[in-house]
């Protein structure tokens, strides 16, 4: 076997592989030809080569995002690692478990003038789990760094940096290993769930229980906890399309429920117990509701992190939800309520006026999302862009046999097509994104990729700019608004589709949508259909349904 000669870099991949991290993404460069030699040549590593640093990132995180594994990302010196970062937040906030490995200079060239040279230990100090920089010579403690990084990655879920200093040269190969990397075993323990009398006496007394679910892995909370809830009459579940949990009882469109609520509404509504699981929220309107009506309790269930969204955290249950509930449910008692009645009441008139408002509607983003959303593949995966997609995504139906994610860590529009395709490849399973133009185009270099998987779809909304700028306030219509705001473009994804070899379909109305979204879904090929909808009509349409609830 041909490993790299440099001690430094023998190291970190002996304990890459003993500690199991073995899907590496690579963004070619020299510095870093060590470590690229080394895991390129060793068959335990399965390697990806991303030109793209932010490209790379993203996938790699898409990878991880579907393992529920830590991936490396590894860089050359200088610029190019700075391109991690916005994948390396989104890991943070999302709690997926990522591992930068940047290859650097040695310490005495840094800030001397030499090239491709930045100061790269603790870049990423605001967002890092744990950052570990390296010497240039092998050691003991460099290996204890290595492996804590590691550790760090997978215990605490999120990213972790490895500095790594290399003298040129850099490309001589050895047969054997000079190194012997000591492996530490770490301390796994979970902690223990406490005493829940006083809690459960508080559950026991209130009438009106609000459980809101985030972002959540598919199978994160058993069913039939799920179960005891949504048929408690004093528990309404509210679920983000993201949280992929599913009961004919829980409200899985919550700004079609609250947003014609009046000040009355509001109040009734009101919980005495909020409990909130899983990852950032999508709804601004629930935010805003539950920062201005606060419950008297906050419960956050999470083994890691509680996040003071609502301004009225009294609680962090440092354990998993299945942890939590295997414990109360069986102290719970029944209380006479009919939060839950109410609450099935208003949605069974939401989804009666839906229904009418959507047959009334134009061709548009909405009454494309209708079309799209209710012929997805059964057992198939869909990723989501950020801004007006995922909104769009949360007021209707989806298959409850279908996957759902979406990068709501940091929700910025930048790298949600290269998450998808790192998705697709690591699940196998048939997977489509659903993007707008602005996303698309952002991250358009996600297509130079030679792993894309020939089940993955791209559904493409084009509006012809960031058209959710159109429904938020201060939308005017002048210049200042249409260039820098909204983004006003005529590009279409017709080229890029032939560049990167995508098959490509387009629709501009209700009847070719029908048409075409069906062969898109049937292909047995990587394909990216655009869809052209009128800018100047979806947001009214939007506003209007809101309007057309009551």
């Avoid at 030809?33 to 790699?60: K, Q, V």
């Avoid at 930068?100 to 605001?126: H, L, Y």
Wanted: glycine share 4%; aromatic share 10%.
């Amino acid at each position: 076997m041909i490993y790299p000669k440099i001690p430094l870099a023998q190291s970190i991949i002996e304990i890459c592989k003993a500690k199991g991290l073995c899907h590496i993404v690579i963004s070619p460069g020299s510095r870093n030809a060590p470590l690229t030699i080394g895991f390129t040549n060793n068959p335990e590593f399965t390697c990806y080569s991303i030109a793209d640093e932010r490209c790379a990132a993203f996938f790699a995180l898409g990878i991880a995002q579907q393992l529920q594994k830590p991936v490396a990302v590894v860089c050359t010196s200088g610029s190019a690692l700075l391109n991690y970062y916005p994948a390396f937040a989104e890991a943070f906030y999302s709690q997926i478990p990522l591992v930068v490995i940047s290859a650097d200079r040695p310490q005495n060239k840094i800030d001397i003038g030499d090239g491709q040279t930045i100061r790269q230990e603790n870049v990423f100090a605001n967002h890092s789990l744990y950052n570990a920089n390296l010497v240039e010579k092998a050691s003991e403690e460099n290996d204890a760094k290595i492996q804590k990084a590691i550790h760090f990655a997978v215990t605490k879920k999120g990213p972790v940096h490895i500095n790594a200093p290399f003298e040129e040269p850099l490309y001589e190969t050895v047969d054997t290993i000079s190194v012997n990397t000591k492996m530490i075993d770490f301390d796994t323990k979970n902690k223990e769930l406490e005493k829940l009398d006083f809690f459960v006496n508080q559950w026991n007394k209130a009438e009106k229980k609000l459980i809101l679910i985030g972002g959540c892995d598919p199978n994160f909370i058993q069913q039939s906890i799920l179960d005891v809830l949504a048929n408690d009459n004093s528990v309404v579940v509210m679920t983000e399309v993201t949280s992929n949990v599913h009961h004919a009882n829980f409200i899985t469109n919550i700004d079609t429920i609250i947003t014609p609520f009046t000040d009355d509404d509001f109040i009734n509504f009101q919980p005495e117990i909020l409990v909130t699981i899983g990852g950032m929220i999508v709804s601004k309107r629930i935010k805003a509701f539950l920062r201005k009506y606060k419950s008297q309790e906050h419960w956050h269930i999470d083994a890691l992190r509680a996040y003071d969204t609502f301004g009225c955290l009294t609680k962090h249950f440092e354990v998993s939800p299945n942890v939590f509930f295997n414990e109360l449910i069986p102290k719970i008692i029944p209380v006479e309520s009919d939060y839950l009645k109410n609450t099935l009441e208003i949605k069974k008139v939401r989804a009666q006026k839906t229904e009418i408002y959507l047959e009334t509607i134009p061709f548009s983003d909405f009454k494309a999302f209708e079309i799209i959303l209710k012929n997805l593949p059964k057992y198939s995966q869909l990723q989501i862009s950020n801004s007006s997609a995922i909104r769009y995504a949360q007021l209707l139906p989806i298959d409850s046999n279908i996957g759902v994610f979406c990068n709501r860590g940091t929700s910025g529009i930048d790298g949600s097509t290269s998450t998808a395709i790192g998705a697709a490849l690591a699940s196998g399973k048939e997977t489509i994104l659903i993007t707008g133009d602005i996303s698309f185009l952002y991250d358009s270099n996600a297509l130079w990729n030679n792993y894309i998987p020939k089940n993955f779809k791209i559904i493409l909304l084009n509006n012809g700019g960031g058209g959710i700028f159109r429904i938020l306030p201060g939308h005017e219509e002048n210049e200042t608004f249409n260039t820098y705001f909204e983004t006003t473009h005529h590009l279409t994804a017709e080229y890029l589709a032939k560049m990167y070899d995508f098959e490509y379909e387009k629709a501009f109305d209700e009847k070719s949508l029908n048409e075409n979204v069906e062969i898109v879904l049937n292909v047995k090929k990587s394909i990216i259909l655009e869809v052209f909808t009128p800018t100047k009509v979806n947001d009214s349409i939007l506003l209007n349904y809101f309007k057309n609830l009551t």
